[in-house]
């Protein structure tokens, strides 16, 4: 059977070499060298080879000498209400705690479940520590089914340990609490840009200091459900990754807090890009619940979700959705355009289904030796919908419900100019012409035949 390692520090060890019993742990052997040989857990390995460990007492680990799941190892850690605390080995104190170290490592290809049978109130922490110092550093699988995880308490000005949990494989929590660190810029889940997170069911979330998130995002998260409070002055979630929420409760009562989420281009080692959030659902309650953070860079969409806020979150909203009367972001119909064909000429739209209030396009473009007549657009009760010129064509406004578009289109009448009968009058034509030139001569005979008795 492949080994599950729990190392504890130099002192236990020697410690248990004399007395033999009452050891915090062991330095190697398989589930039986466990059982045999500790008080604190029980240990057992099913048919499948998975192991659990089940705390009997409250257990304390040395920061350097934790945990450790290996590659194809399966791991389920059973806190049974008891408490497992990382401590630091010289004389517990910060500066004695090894940057790098966690409490539970988790290598790539294991798999670790934490649980609790008992109360559900078992807890994974930290006593003190430094920077650098996380409770579990996961690159395998890592599922939080109950439980509370936190970070330190009563950390020192000026240190700047990291997240509770750092994910950099994939985690997957549907239960227990995570209370990120009472120190400045940490978070109780750091989801790096290799890392899938998953929240969902019961899962909690907490701020648990004045500069520290829940949640801080460079990989890709999806929130399904879970509870989210924003205690201080940070975010709850900082997103600089890719970030989709489905569902759940977030929460902030902090006044002059930042915003509940921040979604925020941060440039760094992990993550360069845009920083891309997603809300297809939840409940969110704040003064300010969404925002670009500082660099007012990223990109945010509201789909659906119920809203309690002050903020004004229109400039978030999508095509498609509108905030209702209750501060509710719901989705919008999608309404269908048919157009009725006519031989006469092409009628085309720029789009065929759209959302009340978008604006659509209309080209026509008639066949040769045609123009148009009329053109006509009814909704489906019959009624008919305005439109008004446009370049190239013409536009509507999308009413509420799908619309019919028809047109007319009739022959251009072109005059007809009969040039033959100019060049070549008829006839009766000329006769007249020559009558009425007969009666001129006639006319100004006799005037000079007046004239001339007159002068004699």
Same mark, same amino acid.
């Given at each position: 059977?492949?080994?599950?390692?729990?190392?504890?520090?130099?002192i236990?060890?020697?410690?248990v070499?004399?007395?033999?019993v009452?050891?915090?742990?062991?330095?190697?052997?398989g589930?039986?060298?466990w059982?045999?040989?500790t008080?604190e857990?029980?240990?057992?390995?099913?048919?499948?080879?998975?192991?659990?460990i089940?705390?009997k007492?409250?257990?304390r680990?040395?920061?350097?000498?934790?945990?450790?799941?290996?590659?194809?190892?399966?791991?389920?850690?059973?806190?049974?209400?008891?408490t497992?605390?990382?401590?630091c080995?010289?004389?517990?104190?910060?500066?004695?705690?090894?940057?790098?170290s966690?409490?539970?490592?988790?290598r790539k290809?294991g798999t670790?479940?934490?649980?609790d049978?008992?109360n559900g109130?078992?807890?994974i922490?930290?006593?003190?520590?430094?920077?650098? =110092?996380?409770?579990? @550093?996961? /690159? &395998?699988t890592?599922?939080?089914?109950? !439980?509370?995880? %936190?970070?330190?308490a009563? $950390?020192?000005t000026?240190?700047?340990?990291i997240?509770?949990?750092?994910?950099?494989?994939?985690?997957?929590?549907s239960g227990g609490t995570v209370?990120?660190?009472?120190?400045?810029?940490?978070a109780?889940?750091?989801?790096?840009?290799?890392?899938?997170?998953?929240?969902?069911?019961?899962?909690?979330i907490e701020t648990g200091s004045?500069?520290?998130?829940g949640v801080?995002?460079?990989g890709?998260t999806?929130?399904?459900?879970?509870?989210?409070?924003?205690?201080?002055?940070?975010?709850?979630?900082?997103?600089?990754?890719?970030m989709?929420i489905?569902?759940g409760?977030?929460?902030?009562d902090v006044?002059d807090?930042?915003?509940?989420?921040?979604n925020e281009?941060v440039?760094?080692?992990?993550?360069?890009?845009n920083?891309?959030?997603? =809300?297809?659902?939840? @409940?969110? /309650? &704040?003064?300010v619940?969404?925002?670009? !953070?500082?660099? %007012?860079?990223g990109?945010? $969409?509201?789909?659906?979700?119920?809203?309690?806020?002050?903020q004004?979150?229109s400039?978030?909203?999508a095509?498609?959705s509108?905030?209702?009367?209750?501060g509710?972001?719901?989705?919008?119909?999608?309404?269908?355009?048919?157009?009725?064909?006519?031989e006469?000429?092409?009628?085309?739209?720029?789009k065929?289904?759209?959302?009340?209030?978008?604006?659509?396009?209309?080209?026509?473009?008639?066949?040769?030796?045609?123009?148009?007549?009329?053109l006509?657009?009814?909704?489906?009760?019959?009624?008919e919908?305005?439109f008004?010129s446009?370049e190239?064509?013409?536009?509507?406004t999308?009413?509420?419900?799908?619309?019919t578009?028809?047109?007319t289109?009739k022959k251009?009448?072109?005059p007809?100019?009969?040039?033959?009968?100019?060049?070549?009058?008829?006839?009766g @034509?000329?006769?007249?012409m020559?009558?009425g030139?007969?009666?001129?001569?006639?006319a100004?005979?006799?005037?000079?035949?007046?004239?001339?008795r007159?002068s004699?």
């Open positions: 059977m492949k080994k599950l390692k729990l190392f504890l520090t130099s236990i060890a020697m410690f070499a004399v007395v033999g009452h050891a915090a742990g062991i330095t190697g052997g589930a039986s060298d059982h045999n040989r008080w857990s029980d240990v057992t390995t099913s048919d499948d080879g998975v192991v659990t089940k705390l007492d409250n257990l680990v040395a920061s350097d000498a934790g945990l450790e799941v290996a590659d194809g190892e399966k791991v389920i850690l059973d806190l049974n209400g008891k497992l605390t990382n401590y080995a010289s004389n517990e104190s910060p500066s004695g705690c090894t940057a790098g966690a409490t539970i490592e988790v290809g670790l479940t934490i649980t049978s008992s109130e078992g807890t922490t930290q006593k003190a520590g430094t920077k650098d =110092i996380v409770v579990i @550093d996961n /690159k &395998g890592l599922n939080i089914e109950k !439980g509370t995880i %936190k970070g330190l009563g $950390v020192t000026g240190q700047t340990p997240s509770v949990i750092l994910n950099q494989g994939t985690m997957n929590m209370i990120s660190n009472d120190a400045e810029l940490s109780g889940i750091h989801n790096l840009a290799n890392g899938i997170l998953n929240i969902t069911g019961d899962a909690k004045q500069l520290s998130w801080l995002n460079y890709k999806t929130i399904t459900g879970g509870t989210f409070t924003q205690k201080y002055q940070y975010s709850v979630i900082q997103n600089s990754g890719d989709t489905e569902n409760t977030f929460n902030s006044e807090a930042y915003a509940l989420i921040t281009n440039a760094n080692s992990a993550k360069t890009g920083a891309s959030l997603t =809300i297809n659902g939840g @409940d969110f /309650k &704040g003064n619940v969404l925002s670009y !953070g500082i660099s %007012k860079k990109e945010a $969409v509201i789909n659906k979700g119920n809203f309690d806020t002050q004004d979150i400039g978030f909203i095509l498609g509108e905030l209702d009367e209750e509710n972001v719901v989705k919008k119909e999608l309404h269908n355009i048919e157009v009725k064909e006519n006469n000429a092409k009628i085309e739209l720029d065929y289904s759209t959302f009340e209030g978008d604006t659509v396009n209309i080209t026509i473009t008639p066949k040769e030796g045609y123009e148009l007549d009329k006509t657009i009814l909704d489906k009760d019959g009624k919908v305005k008004v446009a190239g064509g013409v536009k509507f999308m009413p509420t419900s799908d619309v578009i028809s047109a289109f251009i009448e072109t007809v100019t009969n040039t033959t009968e100019e060049e070549n009058p008829k006839t @034509d000329n006769i007249l020559y009558l030139l007969g009666l001129a001569s006639v100004v005979a006799t005037l000079s035949v007046k004239k001339l007159k004699n």
